[in-house]
């Protein structure tokens, strides 16, 4: 199993994470580590910086790390936009980008963009299939560095959901939790891929929420990012990998389970976050 | 802390013990008197046990010594008692339990009051001053019902009817009863629960409900009736009413435990909570679990309610939703356990153990060896004698005269799109020999056209030319010499075609180089496909020609199975369904009258007939179909055990049971075995002979499903085997 990391694009201290030195600094940082990747999440109304405007950032200075969004919100960008700016941030890094793509979870992100709310599912589901018809045609926007484009994974958690990546991704993107939620999840991601007559196997990603160096404020981040769940996003802080040895059982789960890559989102944006999570995994 | 408890049933007493032990001040209001319950026993598990034991020693003390254990289940069915051991239980007079929990929560110094009315319009009224309050007021719980809105309480009613009564006898063990009658079947759920007195659950359908008049009688009459209908297992000995009415089971489930109100937190405990169908017996169990959980989560996080309540409901949550996984499942072998009436009693016992798939052939062979070794030898049809039994799944099923499978399990050689102009090859033999490697007796193909233009993708392989049957005899040998046996899926893909190799998605039209596309109607699959021709006369003729050239060519190279397709939105499965044939297919039946799925069956019928002509009359003819489209207004699962029934008399030996994809967006909840209830009810209601797949990946899985009496075959998953991830 890879293992990849977050940029800080919506953490505390607010302010650092949406200034160029310190996102490519850590961007140069992850590169120079044992990541495989580099992470974004993604939420519109929310003080965040844009996830591929963000990576963008980050390709400019990195020339190893994957690019990756975990996830990208489909269905308040128009699909031609998205195939756009993902077929670009693909030629500009060299073929580094998995574009992981679901529904997200709140209807104010669909209000802020103008987006219908009602019908998102299938409207994610055309606009999968819209942007793979775009990147191996020739109008809109510049070729993606590699045929087909980037790699596409698919979210979510219902039936439906794991049917749209087996129909139109690449792989299954998983929304956080302990591995037995992942296990669960990607056995129902392969079985839909078997069920649908994909060949070969689905890419299973994970992704979990860490903060060694302040963990009471890498709670009190989720609590505040995740308030509009409710009671949940209590439970989302109390899953937060908040030492070394969270980190290490955490991965060894998941790589128990299956994953492909499993991306660890910081929590604040302390610049020491990296080294520690360096050291958890040595 | 200070914590006011609504509701003295086993949840919040139980709770309020362990409260007090960890020093928090507690009320408790009840509002019936002292002694005054409903119901007869309550169940435990020797699981369920081990965590009181941990929890409060005293409470399991008093409780262990009122305890009636037994070990075993009794199966009371078609005249014979088969008994299975193993089964470790124990239950106690609901009575009894309330009355020690009542003592020990005083002696620990709660304030337990009795008689306490809570009001509707300010439940939270006789909880002043508590930091919080503790909605343990049972399944119609008033506190619950006042913040419903923040809880996101749901009800899903079961179909069947039930009430639960007493009897004045010690049953020895647990005992199900199965008794038909002319009204319909009637079904007892009974087990012990002090020296003298047993509970006695009787279920049946709302149909035999109201036919034996029950929906009209009064309390005496329905005891009455029970009493009379059970009396062979009665003995002379009464059954007993306290208030016992018919009544519909209800699952309760909360989207959320806790809510705040002013500065109060309110948390679900036990049935306010949650309901799990009483045939798996675990309310009480999850009630004291509650307690025993809500009680930890403040000792890891004290002073902080915010995270003791979050800790508490992700602690519990997912515990509960598997609870109710299980119990609907046990429900709904209850509902439709009719279908297994034709059972020998070994099936059905082994059926009825394993229906909630908490326990399958495995785990019930180390809790009663001696009964699954009755079970497997009875599937193998091997004599009495007999100690050395195979396993279901390593029974041979012989499918016809010369073609026996050495196993149970199909393993499928999986999507290739690797065919140049439908001629397969090397990767061919490579995902063919990998797939007789598994050790499955049948090994299936990927969808192999009988046409050119009836190809799913530029790349799948065909059967439409003398050169493409030379491959596959050469293919087919191979599975041969690896022991198993080849079964081909001969598949027109209908408005499915002239698509993209599947590596980068599904139903991608090919860009260029595509073909003409049929189907019953000009509908395209999605809005991206192209519109397929309405086949006429012509098409059609020429189509089912095309499948009996095709399955002679199959029969001349040595193909063992014929599976026509009929399933996954492909051309005959789009004539089957009325999303894709919505006006009658054919206008000459629907003058003769038959109803709208005769009509949309008669030309996959016909090409059905083509090809059991072309096909050698002593060789297995498969039918894989769609047997529930999974959406509304689709075909449902009723349509497809009367197209299998249908498709069976016409000469299908074996239906390969689908589902979905007749249109893009209709699939499944891709849980394991999630096929597994669909093949179950055509097998059983149809009376045919079935294979199932679908999230199917272990061995002890396909023993289950084939000793119950759900399938006759099972296609294995590659999941995890395909990945080398396998420990």
């Known amino acids: ?282 | 802390m200070r914590v006011g408890i609504c509701g003295g049933g086993p949840a919040g007493l139980y709770l309020a013990v362990l409260l007090r032990r960890a020093g928090h001040e507690v009320l408790v209001r009840e509002r019936n008197p002292p002694g005054v319950t409903y119901g007869w026993g309550v169940v435990f598990s020797d699981e369920s046990l081990a965590e009181l034991r941990d929890a409060d020693y005293e409470t399991y003390l008093q409780i262990d010594a009122a305890l009636v254990r037994w070990s075993s289940i009794d199966i009371h069915y078609a005249g014979e008692r088969i008994r299975s051991t193993g089964h470790g239980f124990a239950a106690i007079a609901r009575t009894t339990l309330l009355r020690l929990l009542a003592e020990r929560a005083a002696v620990l110094g709660a304030d337990v009051a009795f008689s306490v009315e809570v009001p509707a319009d300010d439940p939270l009224a006789p909880f002043a001053g508590c930091d919080l309050v503790v909605a343990a007021d049972g399944v119609r719980s008033v506190l619950r019902s006042a913040f419903a809105g923040q809880f996101g309480t749901t009800f899903t009613p079961t179909a069947s009817k039930y009430v639960w009564f007493g009897a004045d006898l010690a049953l020895p063990v647990f005992t199900f009863i199965f008794s038909p009658t002319p009204q319909g079947l009637f079904q007892v759920h009974s087990y012990p629960y002090d020296a003298h007195r047993s509970t006695f659950i009787v279920e049946c359908s709302e149909a035999a409900w109201r036919s034996a008049g029950l929906d009209t009688m009064g309390e005496a009459d329905s005891l009455a009736f029970c009493q009379s209908l059970f009396e062979p297992y009665l003995g002379g000995h009464r059954l007993l009413s306290n208030e016992s009415v018919w009544r519909t089971f209800v699952t309760v489930r909360n989207r959320a435990w806790h809510c705040r109100v002013g500065d109060q937190d309110v948390v679900l405990a036990g049935d306010a909570a949650h309901t799990a169908h009483f045939s798996i017996g675990s309310g009480t169990r999850l009630a004291l679990d509650d307690a025993i959980a809500l009680a930890k989560a403040f000792v890891a996080a004290p002073g902080d309610r915010a995270a003791a309540l979050a800790a508490y409901e992700g602690d519990r949550q997912p515990v509960v939703e598997r609870f109710q996984e299980v119990a609907t499942d046990s429900a709904r072998y209850f509902e439709s356990v009719s279908r297994y009436l034709g059972f020998a009693a070994e099936p059905f016992a082994f059926n009825l153990l394993t229906r909630s798939g908490r326990i399958g052939h495995l785990n019930l062979t180390a809790r009663d060896p001696v009964l699954v070794n009755r079970v497997d030898r009875r599937f193998a049809a091997a004599g009495p004698g007999r100690l050395v039994v195979p396993a279901p799944l390593f029974t041979p099923l012989p499918l016809a005269a010369g073609c026996t499978l050495a196993n149970r399990v199909v393993v499928a050689s999986g999507t290739l799109d690797e065919a140049v102009d439908g001629l397969a090859g090397e990767a061919h033999a490579a995902a063919l020999d990998a797939a007789a490697a598994t050790g499955a007796g049948l090994v299936v193909t990927e969808e192999v056209a009988p046409t050119a233009d009836g190809r799913v993708t530029i790349g799948s392989p065909g059967l439409w030319t003398d050169e493409h049957a030379e491959a596959w005899a050469k293919l087919a040998a191979r599975v041969h010499e690896a022991g198993s046996k080849l079964a081909l899926r001969l598949t027109h893909a209908g408005r499915r075609g002239a698509t993209l190799p599947r590596g980068r998605g599904l139903d991608r039209p090919l860009p260029a180089g595509g073909w003409r596309l049929l189907a019953p109607a000009p509908l395209p699959y999605t809005a991206r496909s192209r519109r397929p021709e309405a086949m006429g006369p012509g098409a059609r003729d020429a189509v089912r020609a095309a499948y009996g050239d095709a399955a002679r060519r199959a029969a001349d190279a040595g193909v063992d199975v014929l599976v026509l397709d009929m399933a996954d939105g492909y051309l005959l499965a789009s004539f089957l369904s009325p999303l894709t044939n919505p006006v009658s297919d054919s206008t000459a039946a629907a003058a003769e009258g038959a109803d709208g799925l005769e009509a949309r069956a008669a030309y996959p019928l016909e090409v059905l007939a083509a090809v059991r002509a072309a096909w050698p009359a002593g060789r297995p003819l498969a039918v894989r179909l769609v047997c529930d489209d999974r959406l509304a207004g689709g075909l449902t699962a009723g349509d497809g055990v009367a197209l299998a029934r249908r498709l069976a008399g016409a000469g299908a030996g074996l239906i390969d049971v689908a589902a979905g994809h007749t249109v893009p967006e209709a699939g499944a909840d891709y849980r394991r075995l999630f096929n597994a209830g669909l093949a179950d009810r055509v097998r059983n209601e149809a009376g045919v002979a079935a294979v199932v797949g679908g999230h199917i990946t272990r061995l002890d899985e396909v023993n289950t499903i084939l000793a119950g009496g759900r399938a006759d075959l099972c296609r294995l998953d590659p999941g995890r085997y395909q990945r080398g991830a396998l420990p």
């Open chain 1, 1 to 282: 199993m890879r293992i990849g990391v977050g940029l800080p694009t919506s953490t505390p201290p607010l302010g650092a994470a949406h200034r160029g030195p310190e996102l490519v600094d850590w961007a140069r940082r992850a590169e120079a580590g044992p990541f495989a990747s580099l992470g974004v999440t993604d939420r519109l109304v929310y003080d965040c910086t844009d996830p591929l405007v963000a990576l963008a950032a980050a390709a400019a200075v990195t020339e190893r790390v994957r690019l990756v969004t975990m996830i990208i919100i489909g269905p308040v960008r128009p699909a031609a936009v998205l195939a756009a700016q993902a077929a670009s941030l693909d030629a500009l890094s060299g073929g580094r980008l998995t574009l992981g793509v679901s529904l997200g979870a709140r209807p104010d992100d669909y209000d802020a963009a103008g987006a219908a709310w009602r019908g998102r599912g299938r409207a994610l589901s055309d606009e999968l299939a819209a942007m793979r018809d775009i990147w191996d045609g020739t109008t809109v926007g510049p070729r993606p560095a590699r045929p087909g484009g980037p790699a596409l994974l698919v979210g979510g958690g219902s039936g439906a959901a794991f049917l749209r990546a087996a129909r139109y991704g690449d792989g299954y993107v998983h929304g956080g939790g302990p591995p037995r939620a992942f296990a669960g999840a990607a056995d129902r991601a392969r079985a839909a891929w078997v069920d649908a007559g994909r060949p070969g196997a689905p890419q299973l990603w994970g992704q979990s929420y860490f903060s060694l160096a302040d963990p009471e404020a890498g709670a009190a981040y989720l609590r505040h990012y995740y308030a509009f769940t409710g009671p949940f996003a209590e439970r989302v802080a109390a899953g937060l990998l908040d030492s070394p040895k969270a980190v290490r059982e955490q991965v060894a789960g998941y790589a128990e389970a299956g994953c492909d890559e499993l991306v660890l989102l910081p929590a604040t944006s302390d610049p020491s976050e990296l080294d520690r999570l360096a050291d958890a995994l040595a």
